[in-house]
């Protein structure tokens, strides 16, 4: 029996309940798709880091906690994959949003949404797995 094994490139980061952390995940996911070569997509990708690692921060890390930031390239697919996975309750849930609503928080998922091909949310013990893939 031959097995086939897909060479995947991945890199992960773990941050704590900082606000700047969310900076820091963009740039950690920036120079992760520098070095992998990725030119398609950069901005749109490093937009629904910034708005997962923001909703893990705000509503998935307990106090003293953090989140993790995964990344993975797959070499023969190029699918891109993005989780952030945290230890928080609940499960994530996109708002309707008419494009009217003033308010300044609730967009997030919308963006990711919008922006990635795909996206969902995984059960973890303890917490989740919020991820998107180009």
């Given at each position: 029996m031959q097995k086939e094994i897909q060479a995947v490139r991945i890199r992960t980061a773990y941050y704590r309940r900082d606000r700047?952390?969310?900076r820091l995940a963009r740039e950690f996911a920036r120079n992760a798709l520098v070095g992998w070569g990725v030119r398609r997509r950069v901005e749109d990708v490093v937009l629904c880091v910034s708005e997962l690692a923001t909703n893990?921060?705000?509503?998935?890390?307990?106090?003293?906690r953090g989140y993790?930031?995964?990344l993975a390239l797959g070499a023969e697919d190029g699918v891109l994959r993005v989780e952030v996975h945290d230890s928080g309750d609940g499960e994530p849930r996109m708002p309707e949003w008419d494009g009217v609503t003033e308010g300044?928080?609730?967009?997030g998922l919308w963006?990711?949404?919008?922006?990635?091909?795909?996206?969902?949310?995984?059960?973890?013990g303890p917490g989740k797995i919020?991820?998107?893939?180009?």
């Open positions: 700047r952390s969310v893990a921060l705000l509503h998935g890390v307990p106090p003293g993790r930031l995964w300044e928080s609730g967009r963006l990711v949404s919008m922006l990635a091909d795909k996206w969902g949310v995984e059960e973890r919020v991820w998107c893939e180009w």
